[in-house]
């Protein structure tokens, strides 16, 4: 089932990319007593992740912290290896928490996962953004179409908070 506003976030235990290395985090600690706005994309390097819905974020940054939010956070169900690449690649690096979901365990268990098997690229994350205060879901944008990233974008959350 997926996540609803209203919901606590499942737990499940990220490869947070920090300056001494990756280092594992579960959802329970990473949100706990914090408000983050929380996006999800198919895969990093993927066209509309990489020209679209990252930028849109790193763009925002500062308008999005000025309203009261301590971090900016993404997941995909990539390795921490490539999301360490991504985040040197696009300039993200020290603006944006990169919480790699490798093998999707968070992207299932929020009810956030899809097959793009298809497509070569097996179970992946739904693209979207949330605000997420204290662990608890307050707003969630789901993209319908996998090439959209409209009402998952940066400013459709910050207009939102």
């Known amino acids: ?10 737990n ?30 198919p895969g990093a390097f993927t066209p509309t992740c990489h020209k679209n819905h990252l930028p849109g974020f790193l763009a925002e940054e ?14 995909s169900v990539n390795d921490h290896h490539v999301l360490a690449a991504w985040a040197k690649a696009t300039g993200a ?3 944006i928490d990169f919480l790699a979901d490798g093998a999707a365990n968070f992207a299932k268990a929020a009810g956030l996962s899809y097959d793009a098997e298809p497509s070569g690229m097996g179970i992946r994350s739904r693209r979207y953004s949330a605000l ?25 959350i910050l207009a939102q908070i």
Request: net charge negative.
């Open 1 to 10: 089932m997926t996540i609803k506003i209203g919901d606590k976030l499942p």
């Open 12 to 41: 499940a235990t990220f490869r947070l990319l920090t300056a001494d290395g990756p280092k594992p985090v579960t959802t329970q600690d990473y949100f706990a007593g914090r408000r983050i706005v929380l996006f999800g994309l």
């Open 62 to 75: 500062a308008a999005i912290k000025a309203k009261g939010v301590d971090a900016i956070a993404m997941t």
């Open 93 to 95: 690096e020290g603006h």
């Open 132 to 156: 997420v205060e204290d662990g608890v879901v307050k707003q969630l944008n789901i993209e319908e179409a996998p090439g959209n990233a409209e009402l998952s974008g940066a400013a459709h």
